[in-house]
Nanobody, 124 residues
Framework: QVQLVESGGGLVQAGGSLRLTCAAS????????MGWFRQAPGKEREFVAT????????SYADSVKGRFTISRDNAKNTVYLQMNTLKPEDTAVYYC?????????????????WGQGTQVTVSS
């Protein structure tokens, strides 16, 4: 089993930046591909970014390309989401997820483990 805990969410003005952190425990972190998803009120949970278990490959949703960066530090069992140039439409609960493979992609069904989420609110 893998336990995931997100942190770093909060309130930020449009155009600002925020970095989310996901701390993992319970299994060897380096053996899992990782992803970030988000869910706004009344909307489906949507893909944001994903990274391979080695950290060599990353992919992003079109809505965040050029603004968000996913990274990981396997020695610290941690994955990050750096969010720049934030927009009000980025407001959502952000979830960290893990898949027992090198690559989870953009499909929710590929991920077996999920954190509780952290709220990100962007004001305008």
């Amino acid at each position: 089993q893998v336990q995931l805990v997100e942190s770093g969410g909060g309130l930020v003005q449009a155009g600002g930046s925020l970095r989310l952190t996901c701390a993992a425990s319970g299994r060897t972190f380096s053996s899992f591909g990782m992803g970030w998803f988000r869910q706004a009120p009344g909307k489906e949970r949507e893909f944001v970014a994903t990274i391979s278990l080695s950290g060599a490959t990353a992919s992003y949703a079109d809505s965040v390309k050029g603004r968000f960066t996913i990274s990981r530090d396997n020695a610290k069992n941690t994955v990050y989401l750096q969010m720049n140039t934030l927009k009000p439409e980025d407001t959502a609960v952000y979830y960290c997820a893990a898949t027992p493979g090198q690559w989870g992609g953009d499909s929710r069904t590929r991920y077996d483990y999920w954190g509780q989420g952290t709220q990100v609110t962007v004001s305008s």
